[in-house]
Protein backbone atom coordinates (compact mmCIF):
# COMPACT_ATOMS: atom_id res chain seq x y z
CA UNK A 1 0.00 0.00 0.00
CA UNK A 2 1.25 3.36 -1.06
CA UNK A 3 2.03 5.65 1.54
CA UNK A 4 -0.24 8.43 0.35
CA UNK A 5 -3.27 6.02 0.07
CA UNK A 6 -2.62 4.87 3.70
CA UNK A 7 -2.51 8.63 4.76
CA UNK A 8 -6.29 9.19 2.85
CA UNK A 9 -7.19 6.14 4.32
CA UNK A 10 -6.11 7.17 7.75
CA UNK A 11 -7.79 10.58 7.73
CA UNK A 12 -11.52 8.76 6.62
CA UNK A 13 -10.99 6.27 9.21
CA UNK A 14 -10.79 9.09 12.15
CA UNK A 15 -13.34 10.87 10.87
CA UNK A 16 -15.53 7.90 11.00
CA UNK A 17 -14.42 6.65 14.17
CA UNK A 18 -15.36 10.36 15.40
CA UNK A 19 -18.63 10.70 13.42
CA UNK A 20 -20.21 7.17 15.13
CA UNK A 21 -19.35 8.49 18.66
CA UNK A 22 -20.39 11.37 18.05
CA UNK A 23 -23.84 9.95 16.33
CA UNK A 24 -24.12 7.55 19.12
CA UNK A 25 -23.60 10.07 21.99
CA UNK A 26 -26.10 12.18 19.82
CA UNK A 27 -29.06 9.33 19.59
CA UNK A 28 -28.76 8.07 23.07
CA UNK A 29 -29.18 12.23 24.73
CA UNK A 30 -31.34 13.15 21.90
CA UNK A 31 -29.31 16.38 21.16
CA UNK A 32 -31.00 18.16 18.15
CA UNK A 33 -28.51 20.63 16.50
CA UNK A 34 -30.95 20.57 12.67
CA UNK A 35 -34.62 19.83 12.76
CA UNK A 36 -36.58 18.66 15.63
CA UNK A 37 -38.40 15.17 14.90
CA UNK A 38 -39.96 12.49 17.09
CA UNK A 39 -39.73 9.90 13.76
CA UNK A 40 -37.11 7.03 14.74
CA UNK A 41 -36.27 9.16 17.37
CA UNK A 42 -36.19 7.55 20.90
CA UNK A 43 -33.42 8.62 23.35
CA UNK A 44 -32.40 6.49 25.92
CA UNK A 45 -30.84 3.09 25.38
CA UNK A 46 -33.43 2.26 23.50
CA UNK A 47 -31.06 3.37 20.23
CA UNK A 48 -29.68 0.93 20.24
CA UNK A 49 -32.72 -1.91 18.76
CA UNK A 50 -31.58 0.12 15.48
CA UNK A 51 -29.75 -1.73 13.12
CA UNK A 52 -28.43 2.11 11.97
CA UNK A 53 -26.98 2.78 15.45
CA UNK A 54 -25.37 -0.55 15.86
CA UNK A 55 -24.04 -0.83 12.02
CA UNK A 56 -22.08 2.59 13.12
CA UNK A 57 -20.77 1.98 16.10
CA UNK A 58 -19.63 -1.44 14.95
CA UNK A 59 -17.40 0.67 11.46
CA UNK A 60 -16.56 3.40 14.03
CA UNK A 61 -14.95 1.03 15.96
CA UNK A 62 -13.41 -1.21 13.07
CA UNK A 63 -11.87 1.51 11.93
CA UNK A 64 -10.37 2.76 14.98
CA UNK A 65 -8.52 -0.44 14.79
CA UNK A 66 -7.24 -0.17 11.33
CA UNK A 67 -6.24 3.65 12.66
CA UNK A 68 -4.37 1.90 15.09
CA UNK A 69 -2.56 -0.98 12.78
CA UNK A 70 -2.24 2.15 10.10
CA UNK A 71 -0.19 3.96 12.23
CA UNK A 72 2.18 1.47 13.21
CA UNK A 73 2.62 0.30 9.89
CA UNK A 74 3.65 3.83 8.46
CA UNK A 75 5.69 3.79 11.44
CA UNK A 76 7.17 0.54 10.63
CA UNK A 77 6.40 -0.98 13.91
CA UNK A 78 3.89 -3.93 12.00
CA UNK A 79 5.46 -5.76 8.47
CA UNK A 80 1.80 -5.84 7.19
CA UNK A 81 -1.58 -4.63 8.59
CA UNK A 82 -3.32 -8.22 9.56
CA UNK A 83 -6.26 -9.78 7.61
CA UNK A 84 -8.47 -10.15 10.16
CA UNK A 85 -8.58 -6.18 10.24
CA UNK A 86 -9.62 -5.52 6.74
CA UNK A 87 -12.50 -7.96 7.46
CA UNK A 88 -13.74 -6.25 9.87
CA UNK A 89 -13.57 -2.73 8.09
CA UNK A 90 -15.08 -4.75 5.06
CA UNK A 91 -18.49 -6.11 7.38
CA UNK A 92 -19.24 -2.85 8.71
CA UNK A 93 -19.04 -0.94 5.42
CA UNK A 94 -21.02 -3.71 4.25
CA UNK A 95 -23.49 -3.04 7.26
CA UNK A 96 -23.48 0.97 6.77
CA UNK A 97 -23.92 0.89 2.54
CA UNK A 98 -26.97 -1.83 3.54
CA UNK A 99 -28.56 1.11 6.01
CA UNK A 100 -27.85 4.16 4.07
CA UNK A 101 -29.56 2.06 0.55
CA UNK A 102 -32.56 0.64 2.97
CA UNK A 103 -33.19 4.07 3.78
CA UNK A 104 -32.20 5.60 0.45
CA UNK A 105 -34.56 3.11 -1.30
CA UNK A 106 -37.02 2.36 1.28
CA UNK A 107 -37.57 4.48 4.15
CA UNK A 108 -37.88 7.54 2.27
CA UNK A 109 -40.29 6.67 -0.32
CA UNK A 110 -41.84 5.29 2.76
CA UNK A 111 -42.32 8.85 4.30
CA UNK A 112 -42.75 10.77 1.41
CA UNK A 113 -42.12 14.36 1.55
CA UNK A 114 -41.51 14.20 5.47
CA UNK A 115 -37.73 11.73 4.17
CA UNK A 116 -35.63 14.72 5.05
CA UNK A 117 -35.88 13.91 8.46
CA UNK A 118 -33.88 10.89 7.39
CA UNK A 119 -30.72 12.97 7.37
CA UNK A 120 -30.95 15.02 10.05
CA UNK A 121 -29.28 15.26 13.47
CA UNK A 122 -27.71 11.81 14.66
CA UNK A 123 -29.04 10.84 11.08
CA UNK A 124 -26.63 12.93 9.30
CA UNK A 125 -24.05 10.91 10.17
CA UNK A 126 -25.96 7.25 10.53
CA UNK A 127 -27.48 7.57 7.28
CA UNK A 128 -25.50 9.66 4.91
CA UNK A 129 -21.87 10.72 6.28
CA UNK A 130 -20.26 7.64 7.10
CA UNK A 131 -21.40 5.05 5.06
CA UNK A 132 -20.37 7.23 2.08
CA UNK A 133 -16.92 7.62 3.75
CA UNK A 134 -16.75 3.80 4.64
CA UNK A 135 -17.58 2.87 0.98
CA UNK A 136 -14.84 5.09 -0.15
CA UNK A 137 -11.81 4.67 2.10
CA UNK A 138 -12.48 0.46 1.70
CA UNK A 139 -13.12 0.56 -1.99
CA UNK A 140 -10.45 3.05 -2.87
CA UNK A 141 -7.70 3.43 -0.22
CA UNK A 142 -7.54 0.10 1.84
CA UNK A 143 -6.54 -2.84 -0.64
CA UNK A 144 -7.01 -6.04 0.86
CA UNK A 145 -6.49 -9.39 -0.23
CA UNK A 146 -9.82 -11.08 1.06
CA UNK A 147 -11.27 -13.13 -1.58
CA UNK A 148 -14.81 -14.57 -2.80
CA UNK A 149 -15.34 -16.57 0.60
CA UNK A 150 -15.64 -13.72 2.42
CA UNK A 151 -18.74 -12.47 1.19
CA UNK A 152 -20.17 -14.44 3.91
CA UNK A 153 -18.49 -12.41 6.36
CA UNK A 154 -19.84 -9.49 4.35
CA UNK A 155 -23.44 -10.50 5.53
CA UNK A 156 -23.05 -11.65 9.05
CA UNK A 157 -24.77 -8.62 10.43
CA UNK A 158 -27.06 -8.80 8.64
CA UNK A 159 -28.09 -12.76 9.52
CA UNK A 160 -27.88 -11.49 13.12
CA UNK A 161 -30.02 -8.26 13.30
CA UNK A 162 -32.78 -9.92 11.05
CA UNK A 163 -32.58 -13.47 13.80
CA UNK A 164 -33.19 -11.02 16.51
CA UNK A 165 -35.77 -8.83 14.68
CA UNK A 166 -37.79 -11.80 13.77
CA UNK A 167 -37.59 -13.44 17.23
CA UNK A 168 -38.91 -9.87 18.31
CA UNK A 169 -41.78 -10.14 16.01
CA UNK A 170 -43.11 -13.39 16.79
CA UNK A 171 -43.04 -12.74 20.32
CA UNK A 172 -44.69 -9.62 20.10
CA UNK A 173 -48.16 -10.55 17.82
CA UNK A 174 -50.94 -11.21 18.36
CA UNK A 175 -53.22 -13.17 15.49
CA UNK A 176 -50.60 -12.31 13.23
CA UNK A 177 -50.56 -8.48 13.67
CA UNK A 178 -47.22 -6.59 15.01
CA UNK A 179 -47.75 -3.98 17.69
CA UNK A 180 -45.94 -0.98 15.51
CA UNK A 181 -43.61 -0.31 18.35
CA UNK A 182 -41.83 -3.65 18.26
CA UNK A 183 -42.30 -3.21 14.39
CA UNK A 184 -39.81 -0.20 14.25
CA UNK A 185 -38.95 -0.84 10.34
CA UNK A 186 -42.17 -1.54 9.45
CA UNK A 187 -41.28 -4.75 7.79
CA UNK A 188 -44.08 -6.55 9.21
CA UNK A 189 -46.97 -4.28 8.46
CA UNK A 190 -48.92 -6.36 6.09
CA UNK A 191 -48.60 -8.99 8.72
CA UNK A 192 -46.20 -11.22 10.53
CA UNK A 193 -45.79 -13.63 7.50
CA UNK A 194 -43.93 -10.50 6.01
CA UNK A 195 -41.17 -10.60 8.01
CA UNK A 196 -40.19 -14.10 6.48
CA UNK A 197 -40.41 -12.93 3.42
CA UNK A 198 -38.45 -9.26 4.31
CA UNK A 199 -35.20 -11.39 5.58
CA UNK A 200 -34.72 -13.61 3.02
CA UNK A 201 -34.64 -10.66 0.44
CA UNK A 202 -32.31 -8.40 3.03
CA UNK A 203 -29.88 -11.18 3.19
CA UNK A 204 -29.80 -11.08 -0.41
CA UNK A 205 -29.46 -7.92 -0.95
CA UNK A 206 -27.05 -7.29 1.26
CA UNK A 207 -25.01 -10.25 -0.42
CA UNK A 208 -25.04 -8.55 -3.47
CA UNK A 209 -23.61 -5.42 -1.85
CA UNK A 210 -21.09 -7.33 -0.07
CA UNK A 211 -20.17 -8.86 -3.24
CA UNK A 212 -20.05 -5.55 -5.13
CA UNK A 213 -17.82 -3.70 -2.74
CA UNK A 214 -15.64 -6.57 -2.38
CA UNK A 215 -15.45 -6.78 -6.30
CA UNK A 216 -15.11 -2.88 -6.71
CA UNK A 217 -11.41 -3.59 -3.78
CA UNK A 218 -9.68 -6.19 -5.67
CA UNK A 219 -10.34 -4.13 -8.70
CA UNK A 220 -8.18 -0.81 -7.44
CA UNK A 221 -5.84 -3.75 -6.27
CA UNK A 222 -1.80 -3.04 -7.32
Not at 96 to 125: A, C, E, H, I, M
Not at 161 to 179: L, M, R, S
Request: aromatic fraction near 18%.
Amino acid sequence: MERKELIISMIMNILIFIMAMLGTIFSVTGFIFMANTELLATPGISVFKYYTVDSNIFVGLASLVLIVYEYLYLNKKVKEIPKCVYLIKYVGTVAVTLTFLVTLLYLSPLYGKDFLFLYQNSNFFFHLVIPILSFGSFVLFEKTDLNFKYTLGGISTTLVYGVYYAINIVVHQTNGIVISEYDWYGFAKGGIISIFIVFPIMTIFAFVISFIILRLNKSKKV
